[in-house]
């Protein structure tokens, strides 16, 4: 996996850290390449978080998932990967990432990846 895509994710402040309040982003374009067949995966990828100090720019966040289109990379690994990443820039009070892809020879594969931050 190609080094550095943390680097391109922005965030600005949260403009009410006092409150738990829910950010939900769906992005329904994100592709990547499966590492053993070499075929393109698409997928729904939706995150659900509570900001504690900041959130993500979002146009940061798509040249980021972009960088993806080229990797080869398993969907379980990405999904992982993508939080990660996320959390390590956003450090939100908690996030979700579901990665719905689409059927590929008749089966659809669905990851659920989720933080908590310890109190």
């Known amino acids: 996996?190609?080094?550095?895509?943390?680097?391109?994710?922005?965030?600005?402040?949260n403009q009410h850290p006092g409150r738990d309040y829910t950010i939900e982003i769906v992005c329904p374009e994100f592709t990547s390449v499966c590492p053993r067949t070499g075929q393109p995966d698409?997928?729904?990828?939706?995150?659900?978080?509570?900001p504690e100090a900041?959130?993500?720019?979002?146009?940061?966040?798509k040249?980021?998932?972009?960088?993806?289109?080229?990797?080869?990379?398993?969907?379980?690994?990405v999904t992982n990967r993508i939080l990660d990443d996320l959390v390590?820039?956003?450090?939100?009070?908690?996030?979700t990432l579901v990665a719905a892809f689409t059927a590929r020879g008749g089966i659809t594969t669905t990851v659920t990846a989720s933080f908590l931050a310890k109190a």
């Open 1 to 13: 996996m190609s080094e550095g895509f943390r680097d391109i994710l922005e965030t600005f402040d």
């Open 88 to 95: 390590a820039v956003v450090r939100p009070r908690q996030m």
């Open 63 to 77: 040249l980021y998932l972009q960088r993806f289109r080229n990797e080869g990379i398993f969907n379980e690994d």
């Open 54 to 61: 900041k959130c993500v720019e979002l146009k940061s966040l």
């Open 42 to 50: 698409f997928g729904t990828l939706t995150f659900t978080y509570v």
